[in-house]
């Protein structure tokens, strides 16, 4: 089944008021006036989600302030902590140069103590000296008046 050149033509002629007839039986007018009574009404929607969108980004902003805050805060307090690492570190200096000065008297007490027994070893042995000559002196003396007496004993005793 093939359309003609006045089927098509019939077809044009009518299709506008058969568009009508399909629009639930409203006439244009009425129609008209509901799509301009809807515009307004999605006009409307966009106005108040336009103010909505507005309110929403102010409160964005005013956590925004509200973050940046808390990170000057943030920031004070790596200061803070940043003070008392230096003042860790003077501590730890200190106790460096405390050590030092310890490592100094140590230093010095080693010397004095190699001094001092270096003196002490020279006294042992002027005392082990003395010792010997006294105990060969008192051998010596011990053996000679032993000597003496079993002479003296054998002269009296014939």
């Known amino acids: ?49 336009r103010e909505l969108m507005r309110e929403g980004f102010a409160q964005m902003e005013k956590r925004f302030e509200q973050i940046d805050k808390r990170f000057e805060q943030v920031d004070k307090r790596f200061e803070q902590v940043d003070k008392r690492f230096e003042q860790v570190d003077k501590r730890f200096e200190q106790m460096e140069k405390r050590f030092e000065q310890v490592d100094k008297r140590f230093e010095q007490f080693d010397k004095r103590f190699e001094s001092m027994q270096s003196t002490m070893d020279q006294r042992f042995e002027a005392m082990t000296r003395r010792i010997d000559r006294f105990m060969i002196w008192s051998f010596s003396t011990t053996v000679g008046v032993g000597g003496i007496v079993v002479g003296l004993i054998k002269f009296w005793n014939p």
């Open 1 to 49: 089944m093939t359309l003609t050149q006045e089927d098509v033509e019939f077809i044009k002629e009518n299709m506008a008021d058969w568009l009508i007839e399909q629009s639930l039986g409203k006439p244009t007018a009425v129609y008209e006036i509901e799509l301009r009574e809807r515009m307004v009404r999605v006009e409307e929607e966009l106005k108040h989600q």
